[in-house]
């Protein structure tokens, strides 16, 4: 398009020109690595946001993950303080949500969190002559792109839900990294982080944290950054305590995470009108997925609990089927598979798996074996 663009300009008939390209051989560029110039990667907040990539939030309803979102949106539109006390550069931010009014729910929780709003720009309609329509993020990426291209110091972009960027079958491998590529082309050509919103899968506890969302697994392989949310169910059903961690990181740590919980907060410019905020709690250790693991070990005797409960299970009778196995391996494989400790505890004691004690001091160590009774007799044993 640019060629034949090119052409119009200097008044060379369009038609001629297409007819030209046509018997134009392709030809491959290839860039030797030694020209390539290194860069350091331009973090929004270290280890979590970077300028230029594709990042994704997910977790299940009610987490909170467009409120996070916004969280972030009202940092950069600010140069706020992120959890971990560093600072955000100030910058613009463009939004756009397929879920969410902007009047009586995204302006309401930006405004409670202290974002600029003169840095904040909600994406509408997109006009075409006398014909307008809502944006559609699958179709649409390039004349927002070029709206873009008229605003400096854009920072952040925000789609929400990400699977309205995919045309075809959210679950086919290939459609998802199509529909994304030009949103991660638009994060790197304007050097702002991209982050789309999406939900876990259903029946996904206990798998690893970036394999639980939702369609594809396109999208965690499209993303730089993947970052999850839940609740901590470990705190007690009247808690209202969530867990956010990162799941995958391809440009930097993956290791740990923030306590948050969601709470409300009255406008004061707005009397009777109130709006989600997040309230940052202290940083935490471990993996996403040792993370996850901890905060959903313990529910109200609900479906995800007893899930959780039978995978261990299923999991204890298959490590041990062939005989005892020391305690230090059974956890170190259970902790691979999200399997959280107190959950193991738990399918260890509906088992009856017996401990035992094999040699003394430091050679010593501990086993657990399953029960006579749990061994399936074996129809070639005579």
């Not at 649409?140 to 400096?152: A, F, K």
Request: net charge negative; glycine share 10%; hydrophobic share 45%.
């Amino acid at each position: 398009m640019e060629i034949i663009d090119a052409a119009k300009s200097v008044g060379v008939e369009p038609q001629k020109t297409e007819k030209m390209l046509e018997t134009v051989k392709p030809f491959l560029e290839l860039i030797s690595m030694a020209d390539v110039r290194i860069t350091p990667l331009d973090w929004l907040w270290h280890g979590w946001i970077a300028s230029g990539k594709l990042h994704i939030i997910g977790g299940a309803p009610g987490t909170g993950k467009t409120t996070i979102a916004m969280s972030v949106a009202a940092t950069i539109s600010r140069g706020g303080q992120w959890p971990d006390r560093t600072y955000a550069p100030v910058g613009k931010v463009i939004i756009w949500s397929g879920e969410d009014d902007p009047g009586d729910t995204l302006a309401p929780r930006l405004l409670a969190m202290g974002a600029d709003m003169e840095n904040v720009q909600f994406i509408s309609r997109v006009f075409t002559g006398v014909m307008k329509s809502a944006f559609d993020p699958a179709r649409d990426v390039d004349i927002l792109g070029e709206r873009i291209s008229t605003i400096p110091n854009i920072r952040l972009i925000v789609i929400d839900p990400i699977v309205s960027a995919i045309i075809g079958d959210s679950h086919r491998n290939g459609e998802v990294r199509r529909g994304l590529q030009p949103l991660a082309d638009l994060a790197s050509e304007f050097n702002a982080a991209l982050i789309g919103i999406t939900h876990f899968a259903k029946g996904t506890q206990g798998r690893e944290a970036g394999e639980r969302i939702i369609g594809s697994i396109g999208f965690t392989a499209a993303a730089r950054i993947v970052m999850v949310a839940a609740k901590d169910k470990s705190a007690g059903a009247e808690s209202d305590r969530r867990v956010f961690a990162r799941a995958k990181n391809n440009v930097g740590l993956e290791n740990g995470g923030f306590i948050y919980t969601v709470e409300q907060r009255m406008l004061a410019e707005y009397p009777g009108i109130a709006a989600s905020y997040v309230n940052w709690g202290e940083a935490i250790d471990g993996s996403a997925c040792e993370i996850l693991a901890r905060a959903e070990a313990i529910a109200d005797n609900g479906e995800e609990s007893q899930s959780a409960l039978m995978e261990a299970m299923d999991f204890l009778r298959d490590i041990l089927a062939a005989g005892a196995v020391e305690v230090k391996e059974v956890k170190r494989m259970a902790g691979n598979i999200c399997i959280a400790d107190i959950t193991l505890r738990r399918a260890k004691a509906a088992l009856s798996i017996m401990t035992r004690r094999e040699g003394f001091g430091k050679t010593g160590k501990f086993t657990w074996e399953l029960p006579i009774e749990n061994f399936k007799a074996d129809e070639n044993f005579v």
